[in-house]
């Protein structure tokens, strides 16, 4: 019992991310080339003029360009774990882009964090974890002013996962399941949170050029082709799967009838830091 006391709680994740926000506040050069392929993305959907945008794990907002956004859309709300790091992202902007930007937090867009502390004492079954999922993805909605006519996810579900490893430990028995209902349940919050016909972007990191060598890609490679072999290899961040993801999207009960035109988006490479490259892939979708 000692040592589930002394484990890292709700709060103690919060903490670590702040952390890792205020060291990586000042690197919005370093994220130039994900942010063009994610506003490149973004750009695709095709929102209407004067909408409003959901963006779930905004953190700093290195990721994006935020006054081309409230160029677009009449209202963005940055959704995020850590309180100061969304102000410190709407300080930096100018008055006029300011009163377009509202931010949430703390909100944990996996919903599972309080849980899993309960889970670390008592082993929870695959049942008891799927039962949760629904109030997790009620108290997310219920958190957030919807609908949104675009929900877009930034490289948060690995955040995600961090949390609940750091909680339940990389050795527990429920920690495949819980990454997954985690998954479920972000899915989930992102098409109740979209307007009927509202579109949604999910982006995530598959791998760092820690375990693969991306940074000795080719010009011109084929990322698809290296997502393949990743997966065949299960050379991949826990709970990232591609092909597990598109199974909850297409297959989960309440998905399967709430995301429509489920659509894979084309790789790239994120050099975060100068010492470590990340591949990048996602899914657009539509709420029916």
Same mark, same amino acid.
């Given at each position: ?101 509202? *931010? ?7 919903? $599972?964090? !309080?849980? /899993?502390?309960?889970? @670390? #004492?008592?082993? =929870?079954? +695959? ?118 993801? *598109? ?7 309440? $998905?399967? !009838?709430? /995301?429509?035109?489920? @659509? #894979?988006?084309? =790789?790239? +490479? ?19």
């Amino acid at each position: 019992m000692g040592k589930e006391a002394n484990a890292p709680g709700f709060d103690a994740v919060i903490r670590k991310q702040a952390l890792v926000n205020v060291r990586t506040e000042g690197n919005a050069g370093r994220y130039a080339e994900h942010r063009r392929h994610l506003m490149g993305a973004l750009a695709a959907l095709g929102p209407r003029a004067g909408g409003r945008l959901c963006l779930i794990g905004a953190g700093n907002c290195n990721d994006v360009d935020l006054p081309v956004l409230a160029a677009r859309f009449a209202e963005i709300h940055l959704v995020d774990l850590d309180r100061s790091a969304v102000a410190r992202a709407i300080n930096r902007q100018p008055g006029e882009i300011r009163s377009r930007l509202f *931010a949430h937090a703390p909100v944990d867009a996996g919903g $599972l964090l !309080r849980a /899993a502390e309960s889970w @670390r #004492a008592r082993l =929870p079954t +695959l049942a008891a974890i799927e039962a949760v999922i629904p109030a997790a993805v009620a108290s997310i909605a219920d958190d957030l002013p919807g609908p949104f006519d675009v929900v877009g996810s930034c490289c948060v579900l690995t955040q995600i996962g961090h949390g609940l490893t750091s909680i339940l430990g990389a050795e527990h028995g429920t920690l495949a399941d819980a990454h997954g209902a985690a998954a479920t349940v972000h899915f989930r919050a992102m098409a109740a949170l979209l307007a009927p016909g509202g579109q949604a972007l999910f982006v995530t990191d598959l791998v760092s050029s820690d375990t693969y060598p991306l940074e000795e890609l080719a010009a011109g490679r084929d990322l698809k082709a290296v997502v393949a072999d990743l997966v065949r290899d299960a050379n991949l961040f826990r709970g990232v799967n591609p092909i597990g993801l *598109a199974r909850i999207l297409r297959r989960d009960s309440v $998905l399967s !009838r709430q /995301a429509a035109d489920v @659509r #894979a988006i084309e =790789p790239w +490479l994120w050099r975060a830091v100068p010492e470590r490259t990340f591949l990048v892939n996602g899914f657009t979708f539509r709420r029916a």
